[in-house]
Every structure is written in structure tokens, then in C-alpha cells.
């Protein structure tokens, strides 16, 4: 698998927030073999140290970043932290949030495809978080963007996919297209449901981290996006009306009155 | 002259954006910087003139999800 060009071996990206300490976010990084985790940037005073204590520890961990715009309502705001990002992470990936709805943080998905225009042309390379919405992801891909990342549910909310018919007509539309479900899963099975629809990878981070052992959990996912992927490559079985026995019946002893 | 960082009034004797971090603890740190809500590369800030009531937001690492 492979996001603007960079292959990866795991396809479970993970956020770095929220979590009991510096130490477990470490440990669950290292458990779940991600090796792109997400970041951000936040206001830091000049007596502050928290920012380079953050930024040692991720480095140390040698993991690529993935900054966010998280936070941003408007395209000027998303566009302006995407530069600041840029300098900060050295990294032209940038997970572009533009929230349109503050009590799903639904992405408003107009701003979305401006800004991913703007910083596409700027040279970024654009993860955008969006919706299963399929002409929202043909004016991404024509705005430049070369993953797509449609929510699972709302951000935090552990609900799972709420749309499994809407993701998969979204993986049969760009079959060549990363598709990276992000955000709404709370337990491993839901990242498996996502990767045997094909989907290419999964990013999570409050699942993980607000779990009572984040270490284990991430584990867990880790094996279960695993275990999607390799079902997914083995094509699964359409699910089907009537019962099909799977015994064979020929040859089976004549016993009745 | 009175500035505005990260929202808070502060006093600087300082002519630029790179002279007036230094004066507020953040030299050699890892940081970002817009002024009045434009982007301000680490390049520019020696040459970035500051005037009264410019708004400075200074940025840092932090965890995101």
C-alpha cells in the first residue's frame, strides 16, 4: 500500500491524543506497528515545553507524521495551519480537517474541496477527511487529493460504520483511489469490517487511546486490521437469503422410517 | 510597542518577528508563526517588521488524532 507514492507495511494509522501518558502512548505505538501516527499544533508560550517534549518523543519513535488541521472551520484557517504544519512536521502530507458541524464535527465538505484545491496547487499532499459522499470524492480527486479518507462515524463517537452501504459504493467508485476509513470506530471489529470491504486502511485514535489498557487495544486493532485485509484478499462470501447446508448430503445414510 | 501573542497583550522592544520570539523565550525552539492570521515561514521572520497591534500566533507540536 502506498499514500503519494511512500509504501507502507501497516495499514493502521493511528492518532497520538488523549492518551494517560507520554509513556502509553509510546507502548501503544510500538503495539500497534502503525507507522504513520497523527499530529497537530497548538499554541505554545515561550515558558512552555510540552510542544518539544511532544515532538522528541514522537521522533524517537521513528514513525512518519501525518499533521492535522483539526480545529479549523474555515478554508483560510485550514489553509494557514497547513503551511505552519508544512514548516513544523517538514512534511508536505496534511490531513486536511475543515469541521462544518460542531455537534458531529461533520466536515463541511465545500470548504473541504477548496482548501484541498488551494493546498493541492501549493504543492501539499491532501489526506482529506470527508464524508462517504460520492461527488464530494470525485471533486476531491479533480482538486488533486490521491486518498480519500470518508468518516466512519462521527469523530470520537466509537459508533462504527454508520454508512456500510454508502463506504462500499465509495470503494467500488475509486477503485484505484487509497481509501482510508477514518474516525467513528471504537472497537477492533469495526476496523475489520472496513478492511474486508477493501478499504485500504484505518485511522483511529480515541478507540486506542480512551481504552482502559490503550497498549492492548492497540494490539488488538492491529490484528484486526490484519485479519480484515487477509479476508478481504481471500473474497469473502456475499451473504445470501436461504440456508445453504454445507455438509454434503450425497451419500448420507438412509436412517428415516 | 504593544503586540498580541497566542491572544495576550504583550510589551516588545523588538523591530521584527525573529527579534521579538527571541525576547519572548522562544529561541531555538520548534515552533510556527502567523501574523494577523497569515503564515510567517521561518525564513521571513528576521526581515518581518512588527507593528503595533500586530496579532503574532506561535505554534507547537502538540498530539492530534
Known sequence: M???????GSRLLLGTARYPSPAVLAEAIKASEAEVV???LRRESGSERAGQSFWSLVRALGVRVLPNTAGC??????VTTAHMARELFDTTWIKLEVIGESDTLQPDVFGLVEAARILSEDGFEVFPYTTEDLVVADRLVEAGCRVLMPWGAPIGSARGLNNVYGLKSLRAHFPDIPLVVDAGLGVPSHAAAAMEMGYDAVLLNTAVAEAGDPVAMARAFA????????AFLAQPLEPRDMAAP???????AALGD | MRIFLNDEVREVDAGTLAAALDAMGFGGRKIATAINGRFVAATARPGTKLTEGDRIEVVAPMQGG
Open chain 1, 2 to 8: 502506498s499514500f503519494y507514492g511512500v509504501e507502507l
Open chain 1, 38 to 40: 497523527t499530529v497537530s
Open chain 1, 73 to 78: 472551520h474555515s478554508v483560510k484557517e485550514a
Open chain 1, 223 to 230: 490484528l484486526a486490521v490484519e485479519a480484515g485485509r487477509t
Open chain 1, 246 to 252: 454445507s455438509t454434503p448430503v450425497i451419500g448420507k
